[in-house]
């Protein structure tokens, strides 16, 4: 059997990366750390270790594994460039044996160029990481760009406080998405997880002392790609900011809700709450209110859905457009 272990450089652990063994007791080994076990000391001292039988030695951690593999010799060859180790590659045999010199050469000559191999593949997902990395805050700074420059041409604050706090929502509400992204390690954002961040960030930053206002989230943990999650974000935090500021303007108690649900292949989202209810007349078309502008450009242009806001039961505002596939 040859096994590759890789290491890890934050946690100095060994990580199995490839193997030809099948059975899961091998495949779920714990990883080691740097100077444990033979591979461990052979990353540590940087240099081949070969033993003759694992079965019958005292530093090697798993030989009730290798027993029942059928594991007898190991040569343990570092995998290293100009010096710096990044691996180890475990090269086993069924019987003991020892490894003669040409064999050990080859060895070497073989985690050498695996070792190149796998730098190489390392600088190039570092690029593609550092690129898509750049393209991502080229379209938030824009994006922060276009809403600061809504503000100017439409709104009228009272003070330059007021006009701070509303740029930092919106931008807080963008930074929520990216810090999503970074702890699940993926290319998908919970809409969930996104309007109870948004929720939770107005119920610290927004909701004056004195007033008590619910928040929750519930229906389907639908997941979203960057460019979408980030316009739903902004499209939630105007929504649910709104609602606090003018709908509990009067009043101290209540509640502001989200629910997420698909039907027919539309995602719809809505938000509700139970203050003061809208005029009779009222519009978002024509409303001057900043945010639903801001909400009906971004519902029109960047997800192509519509939105509506009406006094049902509650007020009720209703984002509604084709689910990415």
Sequence with gaps: ICTVLLLDDNKQELVIKATQAKSKAYLTKPNLNIGQSVAGRAVKENQVIIISDVRECEEYRYADIAAEEGLASLACVPLKVKNKVLGVLNCYTEKPRMFPPEEIATLEALANQAAIAIEHAKLMVRSAILQEMHHRLKNNLQQIASLLRLQLHYSKYNSVEEAVNDSLGRISAMAAVHELLSRDDLDLVSVKKVAASILHHTQQGFIPPG???????????????????????????????????????????????????????????????????????????????????????????????????????????????????
Aim: proline content about 5%; glycine content about 6%; hydrophobic content about 40%.
């Design 211 to 325: 007033k008590t206002i619910r928040t929750s989230v519930s229906g389907e943990d639908v997941m979203l790609p960057l460019k979408e999650a980030t316009s739903v974000a902004l499209v939630l935090n105007e929504l649910i900011q709104n609602a606090v500021k003018h709908g509990f303007a009067s009043i101290d108690n209540g509640e502001v809700s989200v629910t997420v649900e698909t039907t027919d292949g539309l995602l719809e989202i809505t938000v509700q709450n139970d203050g003061a209810p809208l005029p009779d007349d009222f519009s978002p078309v024509t409303s001057q209110n900043m945010g639903l502008r801001i909400v009906d450009t971004l519902v029109r242009d960047s997800l192509n859905g519509r939105f509506t806001l009406e006094n049902k039961d509650r007020i009720t505002a209703t984002v509604a457009f084709p689910r990415p596939m």
